[in-house]
Structure formats: C-alpha cells, structure tokens
C-alpha cells in the first residue's frame, strides 16, 4: 500500500456504521488508503460502495446516525482521529479543500458566488482584507478559467451553467493551496467536453500545489485519464488497490475486471453492453466474500462463501481467494 513517500493521508482500519446497538449497520468495513504530495488517488466503485462515506470519515463529515467505530486517521502526518469539531473545521478549507459531487447544492443559492469565495477566504486569513479578499476571489475565478470571471463574480449559482459552478467548487477548494484535495464526482452530469476541462483544472491545482489529490468516481475512464494509484471498493470494502495502469491491463479481482468490462467501446455491438449482473449485498448478512453471489468464478465455491479474503500482493493487492489461487501462491 506504501507510495514510498510521506502520506499526506493515512488511513488505517477505518469502520463506519450507521445506527448504533443491535440495529447498527457496517457500511465502510477496515479501509486502508494512503495518498502522497503531488499524487492522484482513485477510488472506483459501484454507487453505495463506500467511496464517499470513506472520505467523510476520514475528515470528520459524517452526517447524523452515521459514525467512526474504529480506525486512525493522519493528515499530514497529524492524527486527526479524535480531534475536535473546532480543530477539524480549521483543517478543512485551509489544509484540506472538499469539491462535492453537485456543485448546485453546495452553493448557497442566496448568496452571490464573490461572497462566497470571499467568506472562505476571511475565515481562515483574518488579515485579509474584504476588498483583497474580493481580489483573490477574482483571481481565483481567472485562474479556473471563469469566463468574464470580474464581471460574473457578483451573479448568484442559478446564473451559472453547471460546468461554471463547478469551477468555482474548484477554486473555493485550492483558494488556501491545501495538501489535500479530494474531489467527489466532479465531472457528474457534465457533458464530454466539459468533464475534459475539470479534470485539466484539478491536475493543473495538484500540479501547481503539489496536493495529493483524492478522485471518488464510478467512472473508470475518469479515473484512468488523471489517477496514479487506484483503489477498487465494494461493499464497504478495498479490494484492489495498486498502480492504475497495471490493475488496469491485469485485473485480479473479478470486480474489477467486470468494471474494467462494463466500459463501452467502438467495437460494443448496440445492446450488447457487459453488465455485471445481480445487486450489492446486504452487508451484514456477509459471511464470506461479498461479491460471491455475483462473481463469475468464485459463486457457489465454499471458501469464497465462508471465510472473508484478506489483502495480499504487496504491489498490487487483492482480497479475493480465486486471485490469490491463480496469481499469489
């Protein structure tokens, strides 16, 4: 799992339930992620895989009734694990910047998009000044290529095209030059060209920064054009993670090759798209691997029923039992 460099993330053995008692639910179950200065994590997976809920955790974003059973986590080589709401609300904005998957929502629809680029700026630079901090904003603005970005600044969010928005998400997100930056489906309901610039935008903030930058995506394509390390959940759980280009060209985990097969290509014959078929299960009836039931070679084997895979491979890990037979003995 190690990048070789200091993680400016660390996460370790992370757990979320939702509920507490006999009626508490697992949703993220022992997630280990690590991401390093001037790298690109992907995490992929099916909606309610846990790839958002991981993210929230780690930051302390957690909605109510959803909390952190166990698992450390370390920003900057800091334990955050039990901080304080005050000294996680300094973190996030200034050390960390969020991008969430609608921009449309994240944006106050009352406010003017200049107000609140200026309030993020004043919350963490008290020296800063209402009209430098409307400078900033301007330059921000410019800077994640907001057309007529001085004379726009002062339009409220429904003025904005959704591709316009969600530059200023982005320019709200580097606005401190944070570590970290973990974008949630930036690129969702975008059209092809527009998806094509955020993800200029974001590698152009990592690149500039040196941020580690965290992807959430259930887009593989996405993932491939701008990540260096990738991370595949299912069920709540990694069970793949390693250099995107060789799980990419040599997928262990029949998941990840049934991801890898869904995308579509020139060559699909029309209505004969790979799917992968049958639902995510019911975690808490798991016993052994969750994505038995519908795997292609394992389902109905004895050991992939009962006894939950464990991560190995070094490199390039996997927690499945068939790949551990085939590619690590």
């Not at 992370?14 to 992620?33: C, E, K, N, P, Q």
Request: hydrophobic fraction near 40%; charge should be neutral.
């Amino acid at each position: 799992m190690s990048t070789g460099r200091a993680p400016v993330l660390d996460v370790r053995d992370l757990t979320i339930v939702v509920g507490s008692g006999r009626g508490a639910r697992t949703v993220v179950d022992d997630v280990m992620l690590q991401t390093a200065r001037g790298e690109t994590l992907g995490i992929v997976g099916e909606s309610g895989s846990g790839k958002t809920l991981t993210m929230l955790g780690a930051l302390g974003l957690l909605p109510d009734g959803v909390h952190r059973q166990r698992g450390d986590v370390t920003l900057g080589g800091i334990d955050v694990t039990g901080a304080k709401a005050r000294t996680m609300r300094a973190l996030r904005g200034r050390d960390v910047g969020m991008i969430f998957q609608d921009p449309l929502t994240s944006l106050h629809p009352s406010l003017r998009i200049c107000s609140q680029l200026v309030e993020g700026l004043r919350v963490h630079d008290r020296a800063l000044t209402r009209r430098g901090a409307r400078s900033r904003a301007a330059e921000l603005l410019e800077r994640v290529q907001v057309p007529n970005a001085r004379e726009r600044m002062d339009d409220y969010p429904h003025q904005w095209s959704g591709g316009m928005r969600q530059r200023a998400m982005i320019a709200m997100a580097i606005m401190h030059e944070p570590s970290l930056i973990v974008a949630d489906e930036p690129t969702t309901a975008l059209d092809v060209t527009v998806q094509a610039q955020m993800l200029e935008l974001l590698a152009e903030a990592r690149d500039e920064s040196g941020a580690s930058l965290v992807l959430i995506s259930h887009d593989i394509g996405v993932i491939a054009q701008i990540a260096d390390r990738v991370a595949v959940m299912y069920a709540g759980r990694v069970v793949e993670r390693g250099a995107v280009g060789e799980i990419f060209a040599r997928p262990r985990h029949p998941y990840t090759a049934g991801l890898l097969a869904s995308v579509p290509t020139l060559r699909d014959v029309p209505g004969e798209l790979s799917v992968i078929g049958g639902q995510p299960p019911d975690r808490t009836a798991v016993t052994g691997c969750a994505f038995e039931p519908r795997c292609p070679i394992g389902n109905g084997e004895l050991a992939c029923q009962t006894v939950r895979p464990v991560m190995l491979g070094g490199i390039h890990e996997v927690a499945c039992h068939v790949a551990q037979v085939s590619e690590l003995a």
